[in-house]
């Protein structure tokens, strides 16, 4: 493929000083969004307990809630997309949810792009005849956190999301 994703590593965050920890919580992580133009690492995951999520993430990690439904909910993971789904204590490990009108894989990891770089990549991966799992589209609307969406599997059948948002303000849109 001719496209390739940028080079990040002049972006990458500091690390070279702890986060600072009150009552056992970690600080909400609205503070630590990238810049605009970092692609944005998104992951996807099962849990039997929105609630227990809502908890773990929200309340001890700090990560601030973002879009939700009765089966997932969006949080901001010191500037990463995190998606926890619910599903049944059986179903963990071939999960999927829906997601507007789409039967999402949970147990997925992808990338946040701009516009520009996923309508390229999509090019790309249907001229070398990328079986997808769901097609590229737009899901969202006219709604907060409209997005460009495609899936498809690696070799090993782990499910990879390629996303983009014309406004990347709206990643963890309400």
């Excluded at 690390?15 to 605009?36: F, M, Q, S, V």
């Excluded at 133009?37 to 929200?58: I, K, N, Q, S």
């Excluded at 009765?70 to 990463?80: E, I």
């Amino acid at each position: 493929m001719s496209h390739h994703l940028p080079r990040t590593d002049n972006h990458l965050p500091r690390t070279d000083h702890p986060l600072p920890r009150t009552d056992n919580h970690l600080p909400r992580t609205d503070h630590h969004l990238p810049r605009a133009d970092y692609p944005r690492f998104h992951l996807a995951f099962p849990v039997t307990d929105l609630a227990e999520a809502r908890r773990f993430y929200g309340g001890f990690l700090g990560c601030t809630e973002g879009r939700s439904s009765p089966d997932w909910v969006d949080f901001d993971f010191f500037g990463h997309q995190i998606v926890a789904h619910k599903v049944a204590s059986r179903a963990m490990g071939d999960a999927t949810s829906l997601v507007d009108g789409d039967n999402v894989p949970v147990r997925h990891f992808g990338v946040v792009l701009s516009l520009s770089a996923w309508e390229a990549l999509a090019a790309d991966f249907r001229a070398a005849a990328v079986k997808f799992v769901i097609e590229p589209h737009i899901r969202f609307r006219g709604e907060p956190g409209e997005q460009a969406t495609m899936f498809f599997l690696d070799p090993f059948g782990n499910a990879l999301e390629f996303k983009a948002f014309a406004d990347p303000g709206q990643l963890f849109a309400t």
